[in-house]
């Protein structure tokens, strides 16, 4: 039994293309996956995401608790509002989980985990709280009461569109710069987002998650599924958990040292594991320059020996091929290598991992 | 709902086949194929002279969500391929009944017998 988020029925009315993602029953596209893409990129689409866990985190300790739990350092959190994107680590200095915490007070912070990591997570923070002793309350809120749905708005006019129905919430968001939150009466809105561009992602009491879906589309908004989002974050270089990396990978080799913060004597979850190992891979972009598709575990042959493709697609934005990989040490941009696709070699130019953002490709 | 065309035979692997004149078979995927994978934007052909046999990988659709292998519908070789489709894959979401991939000449026609009419493919589609 699949289960469903708050606005399953909405995506069936708008006959939405239903697939298993994780367990969830959710829509890949409504269309065409290409012209969702393009919305997002050039006017305003959104995304029903409330198979994403929140999590409040309250209580004396907090700030000590996220201090250790993460890899990145809540310290930089000074501004109430202000978010973080951080990766949770095991022992071994690998990847649990990547998240956003946003910083409410110094009693209260909210963070948002991926889907299929979400049972796993919650077991991981509540071991991790009664193992240190320390005065916080962990609450999911996705299922069960006072859970909340998640509506990602994106694109260009993603703000003016978000304002026309929702008009109390433009003071409040009008100046919000990114990688921000505002809590508008039972809204949070914040200026985060896994697409390259403006915009916001909205929790809201699921109750009313489809009455504000159905207004958005009203005011012009294309629902866009998770095909669409998937091109948009890997055109943006923005990492998938469980595709780019996972338990047995250190952030350090998918991407994300600009998330581990290693400047103090702070210590946390993973620390001395990864400060060991060091980097061992990088993670780099392709862009195939042969005809074809780049596509997750494909072999990457290289003058410094093989790599593998992570996350591969059609770029609607280049109009080619692009990928995330990980390749040894030693390849560097501009580099030509070569993508084994159904055993032909075929060449692809290494690039920095970013594609696309702000409605333009930046390759 | 997908469209499945009366004149068209069919193989439980979302291909379609229409017999022409001179004895020749022009194959496509369904349209069922073209709306389940999604906005098509690689197709890779086969060779004009290889021989396949039956249910052999003879081409590779792509969309932006996934690669899907075509099979050859019946034993034969491949005649004639149509780089119109490699060019503008997006011509096989628009029309898959026009939008042909390859054609080619069985080894024996009478293979076309053994392959789903409109009506069972309808039911193949229906259920997938």
Known sequence: ?363 | MSNVLANLKYAASHEWMLLNADGSVTVGITDHAQEALGDLVFVELPEVGTHYDAEKEIAVVESVKAAADVYAPIAGTVTEVNQAAADAPESVNQDAYSAWLFKMTPDNVADLNKMLDAAAYQAVADAA
């Open chain 1, 1 to 363: 039994m699949l289960k469903k988020t708050v606005l399953n029925s909405a995506h069936r009315a708008m006959n939405a293309r239903m697939v298993d993602f994780g367990g969830w029953d959710m829509p890949v596209n409504y269309g065409s996956q290409i012209e969702e893409h393009h919305a997002v990129r050039n006017n305003c689409g959104m995304f029903d995401v409330s198979h994403m866990c929140p999590v409040d985190v309250v209580g004396a300790d907090c700030r000590t608790f996220l201090s250790r739990l993460v890899a990145n350092d809540v310290a930089k959190l000074k501004d109430s509002g202000k978010a973080l994107y951080a990766a949770m680590l095991n022992d071994a200095g690998c990847v649990i989980d990547d998240l956003i915490i946003y910083f409410l007070s110094d009693t209260r912070f909210r963070i948002v985990i991926n889907a299929g990591t979400a049972e796993k997570d919650l077991a991981w923070m509540q071991a991790k709280a009664a193992e240190w002793k320390l005065d916080v309350t962990i609450t999911q809120r996705r299922d069960g009461a006072n859970n909340l749905g998640i509506i990602a708005v994106q694109g260009p006019n993603a703000r003016a569109k978000v304002w026309e129905v929702l008009p109390q919430a433009k003071a409040a968001t009008e100046g919000l710069k990114a990688f921000f939150a505002a809590e508008v009466d039972q809204y949070f809105i914040a200026s985060t987002g896994y697409t390259g561009e403006d915009g916001y992602e909205i929790m809201l009491p699921a109750g009313e998650a489809e009455a504000m879906w159905n207004k958005l589309n009203a005011a012009g908004v294309a629902p866009c599924g998770l095909g669409a989002r998937d091109t948009l974050r890997l055109e943006a270089g923005m990492n998938l958990y469980g595709q780019d990396m996972d338990e047995t990978v250190s952030p350090l080799d998918a991407g994300l040292a600009w998330t581990v913060s290693l400047n103090t004597d702070r210590d946390f979850v993973g620390k001395s594991a990864l400060t060991a190992a060091g980097q061992q891979k990088q993670f780099l972009g392709l862009i195939l320059l042969d005809k074809g598709v780049l596509r997750g575990h494909q072999k990457v042959m290289t003058a410094h020996g093989n790599g593998e493709i992570t996350s591969g697609s059609f770029s609607p934005t280049l109009q080619q091929s692009i990928a995330l990989a990980r390749l040894p040490l030693g390849v560097q941009v501009g580099d030509e290598v070569e993508v084994d696709i159904r055993g032909k070699a075929l060449k692809a130019k290494v690039t920095k991992p970013v594609f696309a953002r702000n409605g333009k490709a930046v390759q």
